[in-house]
């Protein structure tokens, strides 16, 4: 590099041990002294050869070289980084660098990585850099609770940590596991891991049944009963580092409440099976004047519904209640002429719910629209079910 650039090795990032000291055990004699040495790589500016060191860190291994990096440099891992055997350096350089490469002296042409942003964006810009251009990531790294942003150029989180400094201590825990690929944006966690049961309660979706009828008109559906979604109470063993939930296990599950499917009614018959027209009827329903039944056929045929949409009616309402407002079931609850269930829902009709056979034939003709388009539809699922 040319003589004006200072001599001066500028790290990216510092070294990071987790959890405190590091405690290396060495052996003494041969053996202690064969584990100093190291086959690293080297590539500075694209160029890579192979070096035997004895050094410690990165930047002891540069100096060793005759690589002199300025202050516009990238070098990854850091200059104050742990070196160890099989580590590869990159080095990038806005001038060009002369060493001895295999006993000869060469050239190698700058990077053109002179200014910080070329160094954070330079995976984005390779192409303009050219092949010399190093890719680098920005990840986050969260070390006991603790999150900083570092940039490397590994493709895997176990070398990642080798070039920032990361040394591991007894029992942590890195997630994602030290072989996983990282990408661009994603995090580290390092720490001690704890294990807790958790239970929760889950739904549990209803499914949808489909049931052909005669009674409706081809291709009209029909929701003939609602679904319900169920519950299961599931316990998982689930593993957490610093806090951070990174694994979860089903230990566990049960069903609290069985979901109930809907079924849905789809028409088969004619148009004419389910004709609402009063004159449709080849005969008229006497019904005793100011009964009950006289005001369900007047509030029906004030919908549209004739006398043969009445008998359908006139049948359904009579086995549920005998058309008695007060009529109610002991097991399940039901009140009223229509039988809602529970009764308080024909509120929604009239708050004299209890008594009134106008607001309870209401509320009921509102519900036999709602789920079964005629009164005819209703009669038919409830021949078939025995409810409605």
Known sequence: MAKHRKSVIRSRTGRWVARGSVVAILATGIVGFAGLHKTVTLDVNGTSFTVSTFDGTVGD?????????????????????????????????DQPVTLKVDGATRTLAASGVATQAARTDAASRSDAVGRSALTTRTVTLTIDGKSRQVVTSATDVRGALQQVGVVLAQGDVVRPRLGAAIEDGDEIVVGK????????????????????????????????????????????????????????????????????DEIVLVGTGSAASSSS????????????????????????????????????????????????????????????????????????????????PAT???WGLNYIKGRYGTPCGAWSFFSSHHYY
């Not at 029906?300 to 007060?326: M, N, V, Y």
């Open 61 to 93: 291994v540069l100096a060793d070289q005759g690589i002199v990096v300025g202050d516009g440099d990238l070098v990854v891992p850091a200059a104050s980084s742990s070196l160890s055997d099989g580590t590869t350096v990159s080095v990038r350089t």
């Open 193 to 260: 891991p704890s294990s807790t049961i958790v239970t929760e309660t889950e739904t549990d979706e209803h499914g949808v049944v489909k049931q052909k009828s005669s009674s409706l008109p081809k291709g009209s559906t029909i929701v003939s009963r609602q679904g319900v979604d169920g519950t299961v109470v599931s316990t998982y063993s689930v593993e957490k580092v610093n806090g951070k939930e990174v694994s979860r296990h089903l230990v566990t599950q049960s069903v609290t409440t069985a979901p109930v």
């Open 277 to 356: 027209s009063s004159s449709s009827s080849s005969s008229s329903v006497s019904v005793p004047s100011g009964s009950t039944r006289a005001i369900g056929k007047k509030l029906a045929a004030a919908r549209g519904w004739g006398d043969d949409q009445f008998r359908c009616l006139d049948s359904l309402w009579t086995h549920e209640s005998g058309w008695r407002t007060t009529a109610s079931n002991s097991s399940s609850g039901a009140y009223g002429i229509p039988q809602s269930l529970p009764g308080s829902k024909m509120a929604s009709a009239g708050s004299d719910w209890r008594t009134n």
């Open 360 to 362: 309870q034939i209401t």
